[in-house]
């Protein structure tokens, strides 16, 4: 039996990170702020890594998310792997062209000779009040761009052996951390290695309904947990994981099982993730499911600054609790 570690999100991606830049010399670092002296990145994930691999291997950069993302695809495109980091979620948007255009065409456009190696590790979510250009979950944007795998890991365990995988994928992943999920502890195995993308995992089993979700939204649902007990309801948590591509056949398997599906994002819920899973359920178990799909997500609006708009923003476990009842009923 392997030997468990108590580690949170932070320390797990780090020992990740160091796991894969000892076995490969060819995994480089970039991002604002991420050796060790400017204090190993805005959350400290990065930390040691700087002085342990050098910072030939862990470039500090200029606040320029275009540059951190354009040098990070032509060090792919030589023969890297790089690890970029864009310190928060919504600066993204600032090197879109570079993601969309660039790191998810290129194997596309040369026919296959073209490899892009990159992980582009981000932070997001709300509960920090950190208001609206700090904290939009921004998934449903990359996973509509085909040659981008969109990944957010929920646990400890999970963030690291997601990430060693997104290291050795020869395309581009984006790699979504959030607040809670980076300073929650779990247990990780001593010997946790690469986790396969687009596998989702069956978090908590159930009977009665399937509760689809992913990154913090996980942890909520599981705060649901004992609520939805003492109502009488057999929740089953399937932990996405991987966004794009998404684990149709786990999800199905489990609709199938309970006849009724709820599917809960931090995302906006208009056009959200949400509503491609739920046309698919649909489409292939319409006869089997016992009431339509139930998305819950965010109101179309910027994220709040003010503590009680923000928690009312968010999809709450007592919202959760609501849902499913209301499927159930």
Not at 104 to 131: D, E, N, Y
Not at 227 to 252: F, H, N, Q, Y
Not at 275 to 284: D, K, L, R, S
């Amino acid at each position: 039996m392997s030997v468990m570690l108590q580690m949170n999100g932070i320390q797990a991606i780090n020992a990740a990170m160091v796991e894969a830049m000892e076995a490969d010399p060819k995994v480089l670092v970039l991002g604002e702020d991420i050796a060790d002296p400017q204090g190993g990145g805005v959350t400290g994930t990065m930390k040691g890594l700087s002085t342990r691999f050098g910072e030939h291997r862990v470039r500090t950069t200029p606040i320029s998310e275009q540059a951190i993302i354009g040098a990070a695809i032509g060090a792919a495109l030589g023969g890297y792997k790089p690890v970029a980091e864009i310190m928060l979620m919504n600066f993204t948007t600032v090197a879109m062209d570079m993601i969309f255009n660039h790191a998810a065409k290129l194997r596309f456009m040369s026919g296959g000779q073209s490899q892009v190696p990159i992980t582009i590790r981000t932070l997001t979510g709300a509960g920090w009040q950190t208001a609206g250009q700090h904290c939009d979950h921004l998934e449903g944007w990359f996973a509509h761009a085909a040659g981008i795998k969109v990944i957010a890991a929920s646990s400890p365990a999970d963030m690291k052996g997601l990430m060693l995988s997104c290291i050795q994928d020869p395309d581009p992943c984006l790699f979504i951390e959030t607040g809670m999920t980076l300073f929650s502890p779990g247990e990780v195995p001593a010997d946790q290695g690469p986790i396969p993308l687009g596998k989702a995992k069956v978090a908590v089993s159930g009977s009665d309904i399937t509760i689809v979700t992913w990154a913090a939204q996980t942890i909520r649902c599981m705060m649901a947990l004992q609520a939805l007990g003492e109502a009488g309801i057999s929740a089953e948590i399937v932990d996405l994981r991987t966004i794009s591509p998404w684990d149709k056949e786990t999800v199905l398997a489990s609709a199938a099982k309970t006849g009724r599906v709820m599917i809960a994002h931090e995302a906006v819920r208009d056009f959200g993730p949400g509503a491609e899973i739920a046309a698919t359920i649909h489409e292939e178990l319409f006869g089997q499911l016992k009431k339509p799909v139930k998305r819950l997500g965010a109101p179309k609006c910027a994220v709040p600054f003010a503590k009680v708009l923000e928690d009312a923003y968010l999809v709450q476990p007592d919202d959760i609790v609501a849902a499913a009842k209301a499927l159930m009923g």
